[in-house]
């Protein structure tokens, strides 16, 4: 599909607000006092997570790349793989779209955020927090490791994998062979291949099923965030709303955990990309 950089920008916000309106909203459904999902469990915010990248990438592939993460975009631009001069651009879309996504689901959950009395479901909502962050001091040397070290590892599983999916999948040579032969890439991938071999909307939907893995194996230490703008923009907006909007037992942002889901995916993407590009391009 041929479309200018600005709508590739707008595609990029709106996709990343669907991640958190879908995947926020997930937990919003499961951790909030008094919602019909209350309570429902782990596997549905896994899920939540999973269409929350599926979706937008189905929708989305095709226009934008579906980046909908930082991280990645700088991990690729890193490499070659994307121009650096779409860089910033595709990070302030995509940090506003967490932004209004997160407004969404408050929206959504207003009558429930005040209807909850522990404050780390509330800020869950939003934000990964640490499992070892027991609210003291002590506790948050460990829980700084042990999230670098769940988001870094679990980050570069979901670049490397997002990567080999979508370059590596069934009927990737044929593509190749049609654009040498003269067709067009898009053209050769979304209309000719797909009636010979797997299409690359299969790679996708992979993608989607990689994140419910992630969330469901390595989840548990932090939720995980495997993403800066899903963790940055709504801790933001948690930060930013008042307790007659989150209710009074809305507590503190936790900002000296934030780094860790900025970071560690950062370095992860980097290093996720330029080891795929040395192996398989």
Do not use: C
Request: hydrophobic share 50%; charged share 10%.
């Amino acid at each position: 599909m041929d479309v200018t950089w600005t709508v590739k920008y707008i595609t990029e916000f709106l996709a990343t607000a669907l991640l958190i309106i879908l995947g926020n909203g997930a937990v919003a459904n499961v951790d909030l006092k008094g919602t019909k999902g209350n309570n429902s469990g782990w596997v549905i915010i896994a899920l939540g997570y999973g269409f929350g990248v599926m979706m937008p990438a189905l929708m989305f592939g095709n226009v934008s790349g579906n980046h909908i993460n930082p991280a990645f975009t700088l991990g690729l631009a890193v490499s070659g793989l994307f121009p650096w001069a779409h860089v910033v651009q595709y990070m302030i879309a995509q940090i506003l779209g967490a932004v209004f996504g997160q407004l969404v689901v408050v929206a959504v959950y207003a009558p429930y955020f005040k209807k909850t009395e522990n404050p780390n479901p509330i800020l869950g909502s939003f934000s990964t927090i640490s499992a070892l962050d027991d609210g003291t001091k002590d506790s948050q040397k460990p829980a700084l490791f042990n999230g670098f070290a769940n988001e870094f590892i679990g980050s570069f599983v979901l670049f490397f994998g997002a990567l080999a999916l979508t370059k590596n999948y069934f009927g990737v040579e044929l593509v190749g062979k049609l654009v040498e032969a003269g067709y067009d890439q898009t053209t050769a991938a979304t209309q000719i291949s797909p009636y010979v071999t797997g299409p690359i909307a299969v790679a996708h939907l992979g993608i989607g099923f990689l994140v419910m893995t992630l969330v469901t194996s390595l989840g548990g230490p932090t939720g995980p965030a495997l993403n800066p703008a899903r963790d940055l923009g709504p801790r933001l907006v948690h930060h930013l709303l008042p307790k007659s909007v989150l209710g009074q037992a809305k507590s503190d942002s936790k900002w000296w955990y934030a780094w860790v889901p900025v970071l560690a995916p950062t370095l992860a993407a980097i290093a996720a990309v330029a080891f795929f590009k040395y192996l398989y391009l």
